[in-house]
């Protein structure tokens, strides 16, 4: 294997790390601010955390090689929708967090990736058998992980799932726009969107206060600059690389990061059913991943592929619009 693979592959890793470490800088977070200022801060900063990234490439005249330069207006409308997605998504998962740990939040949120292909019947896509049985794997884990024995579950792992349905329509959005729009700009202008979003409902839900945020300067700087920022570039420079069977496995370890540094950092545990359901859910979202859904006609795109995991899902999914970029990636594969 190649030395610039093997690093690819490194840096991979890395980034699914700081990804799965970024579900406990999301809880802490909510111990000094509410759901929505927490996200609202830490968008607009991954948003800012971009800037130099967009204005590197412009200078280095990397923006626009193989795809489309549209004008800037062509940009609204889908900065518009996929931000009012990840916004929804965003919040559904923050919120969440209050009734949930960050290791079960990592592995629900991880769905998204069998939801992508099951949405995609509503298109031109079809799940092929592989991508089938991941779905049957996937649900069998999440009921051993969330349903308890008196067939109950915890209110914030319904919302994780539900905000894994918005994440999964985020994704197939931004396989529908990325093929014509630079990727970094594209992910900046969901970021504002998401980010302004947040922090209306947080003056209107919450109370917003400089102690507050101060409080929680470190978790909300991780998550915006490091999770966003770092990690999203790191993926995006990874995958000029490595193969896109690389990424899926090793970005697929999102989900197992996030539940091992919840134990390690907050002390949260599982039991041994949960732990089973644990690993049902990243084989079914590996199987989902790397047996793409097949397009019914030969020249139909495909969603964009995205990580099994579950770390700030905003850097995640706009890794999936970089892989458009790269050219890493397979378009027709069926998830930051």
Same mark, same amino acid.
């Given at each position: ?108 949120? +991880? $769905?998204?990736? #069998?939801? =992508? ?8 896509? %079809?799940?092929?058998?592989? @991508?089938? !049985? ?89 998550? +915006? $600059?490091?999770? #966003?920022? =770092? ?8 995958? %000029?690389?490595?193969?896109? @069977?690389? !990424? ?89």
């Amino acid at each position: 294997m190649k030395t610039n693979v093997w690093k690819a592959d490194a840096m991979l890793l890395l980034t699914s790390l700081v990804w799965g470490a970024a579900f406990v800088a999301q809880r802490v977070g909510m111990n000094s601010v509410g759901p929505y200022t927490f996200n609202g801060l830490r968008f607009l900063l991954g948003a800012l955390a971009l800037l130099p990234l967009a204005r590197y490439q412009r200078r280095a005249g990397l923006a626009g090689k193989g795809r489309i330069e549209p004008a800037m207006s062509r940009y609204l409308w889908p900065c518009l929708l996929t931000g009012l997605f990840l916004f929804t998504g965003a919040s559904l998962q923050q919120v969440g967090l209050l009734w949930t740990t960050a290791g079960k939040a990592g592995f629900i949120t +991880g $769905l998204y990736v #069998v939801f =992508v292909p099951l949405l995609g019947l509503l298109g031109r896509h %079809r799940p092929d058998r592989a @991508t089938w !049985a991941g779905v049957a794997l996937a649900a069998v884990g999440l009921f051993l992980l969330s349903v308890t024995e008196s067939f109950t579950i915890a209110f914030g792992d319904l919302l994780e799932l539900a905000g894994a349905l918005f994440w999964a329509g985020h994704v197939l959005l931004v396989g529908r726009y990325a093929t014509r729009l630079e990727p970094i700009p594209f992910s900046i202008g969901q970021f504002l969107v998401c980010g302004i979003l947040s922090l209306a409902t947080a003056f209107w839900r919450e109370s917003v206060t400089l102690a507050g945020v101060y409080g929680g300067l470190v978790p909300i700087a991780y998550g +915006g $600059l490091i999770s #966003v920022g =770092v990690g999203y570039t790191l993926q995006v420079v990874a995958q %000029r690389d490595t193969l896109p @069977t690389h !990424a899926a496995i090793i970005l697929s370890l999102e989900a197992v990061f996030a539940a091992w540094t919840g134990r390690l950092l907050l002390g949260e545990t599982m039991s041994w059913r949960a732990t089973g359901g644990c690993a049902l859910m990243l084989a079914g979202c590996l199987l989902a991943q790397l047996g793409p859904a097949k397009p019914r006609h030969p020249d139909a795109a495909g969603p964009l592929p995205a990580s099994c995991g579950a770390g700030p899902a905003e850097a995640r999914h706009q890794g999936a619009a970089g892989c458009g970029d790269s050219g890493a990636c397979d378009n027709s594969d069926a998830s930051a």
